[in-house]
Each structure stands twice: as structure tokens, then as C-alpha cells.
């Protein structure tokens, strides 16, 4: 599961409770969750049971946590979406968490159109607050960078640093994004933020030699993609890496 569907599962019902008896719905919700996040093809089909025995937009919530946590993203984005869509028939300000879920999952799926509109609506409700919305306007900016909008980008990623601050990912995004637009003074420092909070991360290290290299800083470039190999090997980044350290190997010799 990516770290953006980790951050989104993490709020899946919105504010704490406060400290009273749980209800009956609240108490199967929890078990739900519970087995949809341990074991999640058993969490699947007990959210099936619950939503056809009348667990409503709980169950459906829940079946799409199963769902995110198998990678079956259209599953996921479609259960979250009718959860959002009953949630707001009832008046249940918890659809604006479950509409930024749905768009969490479409963007999983790569399907930023999608990823937008669900998130559109999650904003709209007004409801969500603090690093909820900061999350939300986050993965609005990853989705409007993919439709090739940067600048509408920029605006949700100003957004998202000053409600998520500490959300590494946050800092990368933007860092790459500022690179993208040839802004590499916040590049620099921006990605330096990230480093600050994910020194063992090799999407950051990855990103500190691309922003070296577009700086002229080719030792730069080298020592932090070869960090980046480092730390993860087997990751995307380090592949990624690999492949720019290319430009300084010997040509062959004939």
C-alpha cells in the first residue's frame, strides 16, 4: 500500500470521539476496519456481510479499506465514492473523508480526472480541518500535475506545507514541482526540508541529485543518487537513480 493511501486510511471517521460507551455500529465499525487492515481478503468479505445485513455506508467505508489494502484500487475508489454519495444523504459529515479516500484511490489507479472531482468534493464540504485538508490539497496537487496544470498545483501544494508540515512527501512534491518550473532556489531549500524529515527515504535522495544536476552540481548529483541506491536497492528510486548515474560511466572502448 502507498504512503498517500496510508495517510488517507488513517482518517477514516474524522475527529476522536469523546470518551463515552462505543455503540453497537461503532464497535462492529472497529472490528471491520480491524480485519479489512490485518488480514484484508477476510476484511473484505466481512464488510460484504455487514453492508448486506445493513451496514450501510460503514460497511461499504470498510469493504473499500479492504479493497485499498489489496492494491485493488478501482474497487476501493468505487466503494469510498458510494460511501461518500449515502453519507451525504444522511447529512454525515464523514463523506468529505470518504470522498478524499475515493480520491486517493483514483489517483492509485492513475485516474487524476477522477482523483479531482472526488477531491474537489471533499474540500467543498467544508468539514475537513487541519491535516485532513492539508492531505486532501496535497493529493489535489499530485493530481492536477498529472492534467498538467502547475500552476493550480502550486497553489494546493502552498496549502497542503502550511496544514501537513511534517509530511515529508509534502516537501519532495514540492521540491520536484519547483525543479519542474525552474524554480531551483525553493527546490533547494524545499527539498532540504524533506531530508530533514525522511533522511532514510530514497524518493528524497533521488530527488536532491535531480535538483543538484539542474543546478550544474555533478558531484552533488552523483553522492545523492548513489545514496539513493544505498538505501533501497530494490525501489523505484534507486532504479531511477541508477539510470541517471549512467551518464557518468566510461563509454566502451572499442
Given at each position: 500500500m502507498s504512503m498517500m493511501i496510508a495517510?488517507?486510511?488513517?482518517?477514516?471517521?474524522?475527529?476522536?470521539?469523546?470518551?463515552?460507551?462505543?455503540?453497537?455500529?461503532?464497535?462492529?465499525?472497529?472490528?471491520?476496519?480491524?480485519?479489512?487492515?490485518?488480514?484484508?481478503?477476510?476484511?473484505e468479505a466481512d464488510a460484504a456481510r455487514w453492508r448486506?445485513?445493513?451496514?450501510?455506508?460503514?460497511?461499504?467505508?470498510?469493504?473499500?479499506?479492504?479493497?485499498?489494502n489489496q492494491r485493488r484500487w478501482a474497487g476501493a475508489a468505487e466503494e469510498f465514492a458510494a460511501a461518500a454519495n449515502e453519507a451525504e444523504v444522511a447529512q454525515d459529515s464523514r463523506a468529505a473523508h470518504y470522498w478524499a479516500q475515493a480520491g486517493n484511490a483514483r489517483l492509485a489507479l492513475g485516474d487524476a480526472a477522477g482523483a479531482l472531482s472526488a477531491l474537489d468534493a471533499a474540500l467543498a464540504a467544508g468539514t475537513l480541518m487541519g491535516l485532513q485538508r492539508g492531505e486532501a490539497s496535497f493529493d489535489r496537487a499530485r493530481a492536477?500535475?498529472?492534467?498538467?496544470?502547475?500552476?493550480?498545483?502550486?497553489?494546493?501544494?502552498?496549502?497542503?506545507?502550511?496544514?501537513?508540515?511534517?509530511?515529508?512527501?509534502?516537501?519532495?512534491?514540492?521540491?520536484?514541482?519547483?525543479?519542474?518550473?525552474?524554480?531551483?532556489?525553493?527546490?533547494?531549500?524545499?527539498?532540504?526540508?524533506?531530508?530533514?524529515?525522511?533522511?532514510?527515504?530514497?524518493?528524497?535522495?533521488?530527488?536532491?541529485?535531480?535538483?543538484?544536476?539542474?543546478?550544474?552540481?555533478?558531484?552533488?548529483?552523483?553522492?545523492?543518487?548513489k545514496e539513493a541506491v544505498r538505501l533501497a536497492p530494490d525501489s523505484e528510486a534507486a532504479g531511477q537513480a541508477r539510470a541517471a548515474l549512467t551518464q557518468f560511466e566510461d563509454p566502451p572502448q572499442n
Open positions: 495517510l488517507a486510511l488513517a482518517q477514516v471517521i474524522g475527529p476522536t470521539l469523546p470518551a463515552r460507551a462505543a455503540t453497537q455500529t461503532e464497535r462492529r465499525y472497529d472490528q471491520c476496519v480491524d480485519l479489512a487492515t490485518s488480514d484484508p481478503k477476510a476484511g448486506i445485513d445493513g451496514g450501510g455506508y460503514f460497511a461499504r467505508q470498510c469493504l473499500g479499506i479492504a479493497y485499498a492536477l500535475v498529472l492534467l498538467g496544470d502547475l500552476a493550480g498545483a502550486r497553489a494546493d501544494l502552498d496549502r497542503a506545507q502550511q496544514l501537513a508540515a511534517a509530511d515529508p512527501l509534502v516537501w519532495l512534491a514540492s521540491a520536484t514541482l519547483a525543479r519542474r518550473m525552474g524554480e531551483l532556489g525553493r527546490a533547494r531549500a524545499d527539498i532540504a526540508r524533506a531530508y530533514e524529515l525522511a533522511r532514510d527515504d530514497a524518493s528524497v535522495l533521488l530527488e536532491i541529485g535531480n535538483i543538484a544536476a539542474r543546478s550544474g552540481d555533478a558531484d552533488g548529483a552523483q553522492n545523492a543518487w
